[in-house]
């Protein structure tokens, strides 16, 4: 079978190509996606990336790609990305990343010429009736489904995870036991392919700066001054240079360029058990086809191992309503809801959270 394995230089993927290569049954080709910076000062992570991707494939005599989609991932994931900042909402790029780039764009250009492609996602895949699911991993703090939520059939059905069912310890320890280069390297964190970069300085060098007031809820006091609303989010507790908090961002005013603040741990405002959801995504069709009514579910509205218990319904076409068992901290308009079954383990799709 050949197998197109996408490959960043981080160890998972690493791992991914050394289980391939022993199960002794697959031609494998890798490729690394190159996203150059929007500035003019090199990308100097990728270099080091490449060069970690090409010890790999030396490693086991595999060719390695590297391909370019520059421009594709400025003018699709980053402009959603700034537009939905620039409107109030929190986007979620990684998302987005997934379905245009990784499995979008790559698919469609060199992709589609292999029986499969293979990633490092901590995800992992089941058939049932003959449909393919995509399903949560072993390691439920590293379970990356949530970033997958809005891939479509057609990608999912192209898609192997093949450390999806070890622990990421696992993976470290077979990384050290074949002694591969790249076994004591971090995990990547921070913006889908843009690394290490500072998201603030990011908006910054975007959106710009401008003065507005933080303002407490319950009072209307004026407490501060921000550098512009896109800075913040909905939950988001540090970073407000406030004193006396804890303070949790509850609410924000575009017009006004004005963010809302309450104090402490417990305070009712930055919680909430509605949730609204627009453009609902179900990845392999709606497994509630036909049936009205209330259906159980879990479900996350962040990256967190949490799954929360709640019941979806169907209000109006893609529009959907989770009402939660639980309170949930920081619903942020324009985040995604991901949708699970009530056993924490088939990921069904993702919705847009609104008002």
């Given at each position: 079978m050949n197998i197109a394995v996408l490959i960043s230089g981080g160890v998972d993927s690493a791992v991914v190509v050394h289980e391939l290569v022993q199960q002794a049954q697959h031609d494998l080709h890798l490729f690394y996606i190159r996203i150059g910076m929007d500035n003019d000062e090199g990308d100097c992570s990728a270099e080091e990336d490449i060069e970690m991707c090409n010890l790999i494939a030396h490693r086991y005599g595999l060719p390695l790609e590297v391909v370019s989609l520059h421009e594709e991932y400025w003018d699709n994931v980053m402009e959603y990305a700034l537009r939905t900042v620039k409107a109030g909402l929190t986007p979620n790029p990684d998302m987005m990343c997934n379905r245009m780039i990784k499995f979008g764009y790559f698919e469609q250009r060199w992709g589609k010429d292999f029986d499969l492609t293979a990633t490092g996602h901590y995800a992992t895949t089941c058939e049932i009736g003959g449909t393919k699911y995509l399903a949560t991993a072993v390691d439920p703090v590293k379970d990356q489904t949530d970033f997958l939520a809005q891939i479509t059939y057609d990608q999912l059905r192209h898609l192997i995870f093949p450390i999806g069912s070890m622990p990421k310890a696992r993976v470290r320890e077979i990384a050290q036991e074949v002694k591969l280069p790249n076994a004591s390297r971090k995990d990547s964190q921070?913006?889908?392919?843009?690394?290490?970069?500072?998201?603030?300085?990011?908006?910054?060098?975007?959106?710009?700066?401008?003065?507005?007031?933080?303002?407490?809820?319950?009072?209307?006091?004026?407490?501060?001054?921000?550098?512009?609303?896109?800075?913040?989010?909905?939950?988001?507790?540090?970073?407000?240079?406030?004193?006396?908090?804890?303070?949790?961002?509850?609410?924000?005013?575009?017009?006004?360029?004005?963010?809302?603040?309450?104090?402490?741990?417990?305070?009712?405002?930055?919680?909430?058990?509605?949730?609204?959801?627009?453009?609902?995504?179900?990845?392999?069709?709606?497994?509630?086809?036909?049936?009205?009514?209330?259906?159980?579910?879990?479900?996350?509205?962040?990256?967190?191992?949490?799954?929360?218990?709640?019941?979806?319904?169907?209000?109006d076409g893609n529009k959907w309503l989770i009402e939660s068992d639980e309170d949930i901290q920081g619903i942020a308009p324009g985040q995604f809801a991901v949708i699970y079954d009530k056993e924490q383990h088939l990921c069904y799709g993702s919705g847009v959270i609104t008002l």
């Open positions: 921070g913006i889908c392919f843009l690394g290490q970069i500072d998201y603030n300085d990011f908006i910054r060098r975007h959106l710009g700066v401008k003065k507005g007031p933080i303002i407490e809820l319950e009072t209307g006091r004026k407490l501060g001054e921000h550098n512009g609303f896109w800075f913040h989010t909905i939950g988001q507790r540090k970073g407000l240079g406030l004193s006396g908090g804890p303070w949790y961002v509850v609410k924000k005013n575009v017009q006004d360029n004005a963010i809302y603040v309450s104090n402490g741990y417990g305070t009712s405002k930055q919680y909430g058990r509605i949730i609204n959801l627009d453009e609902m995504h179900f990845i392999s069709g709606n497994p509630w086809e036909g049936e009205d009514g209330k259906h159980e579910i879990t479900f996350k509205n962040r990256h967190t191992p949490h799954f929360a218990k709640g019941q979806l319904s169907q209000i």
